[in-house]
């Protein structure tokens, strides 16, 4: 017996579930979290998002959604704001 898979999360979730992946492995308090919009810039503005970090979220990000997020597919813009990556999770999520 196999297990069912989990349901879609809502487009409208997308934005919360980034903003607590970013929490829960950069350790941001919950006001920058929150206060984040699309045009809040992550990499190289946050120091807490280091090379090592952008792995850990992006496995994070695979198993909290329920995505398979190729290597092909991560590169600088990605990560450019927060706007960028919801919309990137959100299309993988629809996918």
Sequence with gaps: MTAAAPPPVPSR???AEVRDVLRDVLALDAETAEGMT??????GA???LDS????GLLTE????L???IDDDEVDGELFETFGS???????KVAA
């Design 66 to 68: 329920d995505i398979l």
């Design 52 to 55: 090592m970090a952008v792995a």
């Design 13 to 15: 979730d997308i934005d």
């Design 85 to 91: 990556l919801t919309d990137f999770i959100r299309a």
């Design 46 to 48: 946050l120091p807490e």
């Design 38 to 43: 699309a045009d809040t810039p992550l990499f």
């Design 61 to 64: 990000l695979e198993d909290r």
